[in-house]
């Protein structure tokens, strides 16, 4: 008589016992509890996430989609309403930080947007100002850098909106950047509504 692997599987496991939680290692309670992980925990998981996503995005000039220096761009996620993409258009939102990678190599810039983008996620800043340049003599194609920083974005998680900078901010040469909403934020507005709806 012949038994399949689960069988095999429940025969072998038939005597194991589950751990209480008293037998459970410090790390993998402050795992389970997100109120205690520390700052450095924090900090080496951001760093991890970091290092998994600059794998994904390609640094060869081949494997980006070329665009033309005096191009328009433009990028709006499922469930971005118009109004909101509108307000981006037209660089209507406060930006804090600006990120200038146009002299930049692909790799450093890279390493750059993704450090730039996470850290003002990290910080709740909703919008980032890059500066990618248009790039007319670029090589091996022109708008390299450009064509660059918009494959990239459209990658990186916290990203959902993206459009051309007013003339007056850097034109075609920059990309207005909209982040979602940090899980800090979310916590902060949910307790300021929750505070403005009558209950003291």
């Avoid at 997100?34 to 925990?41: E, G, K, R, Y």
């Avoid at 060869?60 to 191009?71: E, F, G, K, V």
């Avoid at 248009?134 to 064509?147: D, E, T």
Wanted: aromatic share 8%; with cysteine.
């Amino acid at each position: 008589m012949s038994f399949s692997d689960d069988d095999l599987f429940l025969r072998e496991m038939a005597d194991v016992t589950p751990l209480k939680a008293d037998n459970m290692s410090l790390s993998s309670q402050t795992w389970l509890n997100p109120l205690s992980v520390t700052d450095a925990q924090l900090a080496k998981r951001a760093a991890a996430q970091q290092h998994e996503l600059l794998q994904l995005l390609p640094i060869d000039p081949h494997l980006i989609q070329p665009l033309q220096p005096d191009d328009i761009v433009s990028y709006k996620a499922d469930g971005i309403q118009d109004e909101v993409f509108k307000q981006l258009r037209l660089g209507k939102y406060p930006i804090k930080t600006e990120l200038d990678i146009h002299e930049y190599r692909l790799k450093q810039a890279r390493d750059s947007l993704v450090r730039c983008v996470l850290s003002a996620y990290e910080r709740g800043e909703r919008n980032v100002l890059v500066i990618h340049g248009k790039g007319y003599k670029s090589l091996p194609y022109p708008a390299l850098m450009k064509s660059a920083v918009c494959h990239w974005l459209q990658q990186i998680d916290p990203v959902v909106a993206y459009h051309s900078a007013t003339r007056h901010q850097g034109g075609v040469g920059a990309v207005f950047v909209m982040l979602k909403k940090s899980p800090q934020k979310k916590i902060e507005n949910s307790e300021l509504n929750r505070k403005g709806s009558g209950f003291r």
